[in-house]
């Protein structure tokens, strides 16, 4: 069967939520046999492979298909010759092939079931090469984290050291600090970059100490000219690990080794990370990605498009774009059961199919901007513009003003500088404590939730 692309979506999540090891091993080597609308059946090479992804991987697979759009589908494994490994890896430090990626295919072939079924991500010490600056699209959330990024790829360990990113799921923060990888490695061959997720790190910790190889643990760590920890959050509360990255990174940091870091908060927000851990994150560049603006949200989707060799229309970009509005993975996954829908019944992705697929339902009205948000809760608590954007601090300017940040984050998830910005103030930290403090007294303050609800309800209508 030609190469299914709600499996490759599929693929590429598993890719970056299993270990390498495991996903050569129980990935590589796997095609779509067959999919309608309510089963898929999976191809693998034995009894063995079957056994295994069913035992272990199944529930994972299942919640991402879901994610793409195929919730209802029963899913099967079956053994098939022609998924039969053709070359192992030998050794785990090599490049490793995992699937091969032909130049890309035209919409004919794409759609029609001709020609061999192949993507490529070789990969070196963790990194995917689908990861780049060249097809990492920027806009007013990622401006900052791509200047930062690309000012390492050219000068690892000079400057922004550490770099730390932070930002909410799907927004980019895995492919920009893994395209500082590649670009390093382009640039500079035989530099050693490591990736891990902090996830990763820990289990590679734990490992080493049940199987005493702590200093080929270290070792590994302390040789990198680029270290990446990805996901830093899941290092909170495991003290043993943290105080074995609090030295890799010392050892780092001393020889002017590159370290960058992603989280979902900033340092000063992750509970139960070690101060001297935090404090050292703190010692470079601390930005914030956040969502993207419907432009860039739209030139994303016509990047993606363009990969799989299709053009789509602006209407049918516009109105995805609008469909999915705060998660970059989302949105390639909504494109990719656009593309996977028209594959299977041999449309033409147009604005018909598209609305058809999706419904009409629009969360959010494409206009509301910023300036509105500020506006309308403004006007809500009738005071003036003037005074919401002035440095007056009395309490019944202040009040609205930290509503106005908590909803600028909740309902148009800008990154906190920007926040920052449209209330006409200098310092980002004032826009994290005002929207920490709403989000924590919505728990309990009716009254404020109702002030809440009530400008959301006139913004939406
Ligand atoms: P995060 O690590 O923040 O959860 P990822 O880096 O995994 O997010 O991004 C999710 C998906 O969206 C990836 O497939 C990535 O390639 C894509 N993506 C995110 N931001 C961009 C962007 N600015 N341009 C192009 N693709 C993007
Ligand atoms: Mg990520």
């Not at 996954?333 to 028209?342: K, R, T, Y």
Request: glycine share 6%; with cysteine.
């Amino acid at each position: 069967m030609e190469e299914d692309a709600v499996w490759q979506s599929v693929l590429g999540e598993i890719e970056l939520t299993v270990s390498r090891g495991n996903f050569v091993t129980w990935f590589k080597n796997t095609q779509v046999l067959r999919r309608d609308n309510s089963s898929m059946i999976i191809g693998v090479p034995n009894i063995f492979y079957k056994q295994q992804l069913e035992s272990k991987f199944k529930p994972m697979i299942m919640e991402l298909l879901a994610k793409n759009g195929l919730g209802e589908i029963s899913l099967e494994f079956k053994t098939h010759t022609s998924t039969m490994p053709t070359k192992r890896p030998t050794n785990d430090d090599t490049e490793v092939v995992i699937l091969s990626e032909s130049p890309k295919k035209t919409n004919r072939e794409m759609f029609s079931g001709n020609g061999a079924p192949s993507l490529t991500h070789s990969y070196r010490q963790g990194l995917n090469d689908r990861y780049t600056f060249d097809s990492f699209i920027v806009g007013s959330g990622n401006e900052m984290a791509y200047a930062a990024c690309q000012a390492i790829a050219q000068n690892p360990g000079t400057k922004y050291n550490p770099l730390f990113i932070y930002g909410g799921v799907g927004l980019g923060k895995t492919h920009l600090i893994q395209a500082v990888g590649n670009a390093v490695l382009a640039n500079k061959k035989g530099s050693k970059v490591v990736y891990a997720t902090s996830e990763q790190f820990v289990q590679e910790f734990l490992d080493a100490i049940r199987y005493k190889k702590i200093t080929d643990f270290a070792g590994h760590y302390r040789n990198a000219d680029v270290l990446i920890v990805d996901d830093m959050q899941f290092i909170a509360g495991k003290e043993k690990t943290q105080e074995e990255f609090f030295h890799t990174f010392n050892a780092l940091h001393q020889a002017n080794k590159q370290i960058i870091i992603s989280s979902d908060k900033p340092p000063k927000s992750i509970p139960t990370l070690e101060e001297r851990l935090r404090s050292r994150f703190e010692w470079g560049m601390i930005v914030d990605i956040g969502a993207p603006d419907f432009e860039t949200r739209c030139a994303i989707l016509q990047n993606k498009a363009t990969q799989h060799n299709i053009v789509l229309d602006q209407p049918v970009v516009e109105f995805l774009a609008n469909q999915v509005q705060t998660n970059i993975r989302e949105l390639e996954g909504a494109l990719n059961q656009l593309l996977a829908f028209c594959e299977m019944r041999n449309l033409t992705p147009d604005l018909s199919v598209v609305t058809g697929l999706f419904g009409t339902h629009r969360s959010r009205p494409r206009h509301m901007n910023a300036k509105q948000v500020v506006e309308r809760t403004a006007k809500h608590f009738q005071i003036s513009i003037e005074e919401i954007l002035s440095p007056k601090r009395d309490k019944d300017i202040v009040f609205p003003r930290q509503i106005a940040m908590y909803l600028l984050r909740s309902e148009l998830h800008l990154s906190f500088p920007k926040i920052a910005q449209e209330l006409g103030r200098k310092d980002h930290t004032t826009a994290i404590h005002s929207v920490e403090k709403i989000e924590k007294e919505l728990h309990f303050d009716n009254i404020l939730k109702e002030h809440v609800k009530e400008i959301k309800e006139k913004l939406y209508a």
